[in-house]
């Protein structure tokens, strides 16, 4: 029986299965499809993501699919400015999001088990259940990470507020027969207009249009090349002719979350917990930062010596943070309407964003550099290229927490969560806060057999 079940193999439930097995667990993730998907849907990582998986050894197996390194991200279009971050990576890492996915994967112990859709979920004071290909699984946890239409969001009856999708667009990777004159062949910033093109490997282009007929079509009607067609001639004129839709899905601007992330045994991660219109270059990274936060907090929960709170700072700490990107992708929705009123206020917002304090402030954000969480003092510059623990630098342990935290060279004192937070930087309070994340020392279910 393992340890943990995921529900979907996307990023999010990839990546948080990775966390829990270098933390020594036994993980099965319990995927839909029977292939991984072909889909690129996100096409580039954020700053503080590339962090993330340089951490974790990953970003080599990333770098044959690396397509660019955007030295700026965009608020609804507008450019941001990442190249004076404090960061090792200033910039946008530009790689479909098949290629992120498929690394983490590859890295996994146990296969990801295909063609098993989770339909059913139980759980009891002990364990959760769940039906998943017409089989039962059971494990002591399940991270639902199962995407925006999560199933165990829906049978569980998690309440999901927000807001109904009053736009609807289309995503689409394409080739094309005939290219309109002056059409870039390097990598750009996505503009906000309908029909923008965007070059990616082996001759394919990604676009997304909307226009008067989105807004007519059924939300559960295909895609045709011929719709596709339509809008990139009004955006192009006459010379642009599609020769294949290779994908295409509807998509809008719902924005909903979660009110709680955690129910029971049942903790959510990803587009299954937050839902948001993808502008700014938010949904991925958000997922990979709800995996790396919830990863080992429930694998100490799991090896029984987390401290009282732990699992539950998942949700205090994460919830807010997509609760901002809702808001931020919201107010870039509305600078993106082609409306006279919309375009005074982006007009308004760009001046405002030439201010190198709110140009700052933004970059911040979008980039992931700036997230911090309340009880830690933000995130640590260094990189935490541990096991899975945490690390402690400029000093001695002071008890036997060896299996949570290792000694890492360095000349400034710091303990550093496993997610890459600095919790102490020199002084008093140490065994104070070694007890207030890493729990009592010792103590500790002995599963570090499994580590690997
Ligand atoms: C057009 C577009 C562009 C985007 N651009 C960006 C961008 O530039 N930057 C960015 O950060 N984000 C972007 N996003 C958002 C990003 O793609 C998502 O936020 C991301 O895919 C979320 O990952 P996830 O693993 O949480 O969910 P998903 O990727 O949706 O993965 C969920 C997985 O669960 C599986 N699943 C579903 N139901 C079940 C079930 N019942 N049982 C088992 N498995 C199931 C699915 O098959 C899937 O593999 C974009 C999205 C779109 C649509």
Redesign the pocket.
Known sequence: MPDVLV???????LLTAFELERAGLDVLV????ARP?QQS????L?PRSVEVLGDRGLLADLEPHVEARLPAGHFSGIPIDYSDLPTRYPYQLGIE?AHVAAAVEARLRTPVLRD????AVEQDGHGVTVT?GGRRYRAGWLVA????????RTVLGAPFPGTSARYSMV?ADVTLARRPAGLADDWQLPSSASGFLLPLAGGRFRT?VYGEEQQRVGRDTAVSAAEVQRALTAAHGPEIEVAELLWA?R?GDASRQLERYRHGRVLF????AHIHL?VG???????LQDAVNLGWKLAAQVRGHAPAGLLDSYHDERHPIAARVLVSTRAQAVLGVPDPDAAAVRDIVTGLLAVPEAHRTVAMELSGIGIGYPDTMGRAELPVTSDGRGVLVGAALPGDWADRVALQDGERPQLVRPDGYLVWAGGAGLDAALNRWFGRPGAAADLSRRAG
Do not use: C, M, W, Y
């Not at 319990?30 to 499809?33: A, P, Q, S, V």
């Not at 990470?145 to 165990?152: E, F, I, L």
């Not at 270059?281 to 997922?287: A, F, P, V």
């Open positions: 529900a979907g193999g996307g990023p999010t439930g319990l995927e839909r499809d998907t849907k996100a096409l580039a954020q999001q098993a859709p989770v339909t998943a990470a199962d995407g925006g239409h999560s199933t165990v995503v997304i899905s998509f991660a990803g587009d299954a993808p270059g938010q949904g991925l990274n958000l997922g």
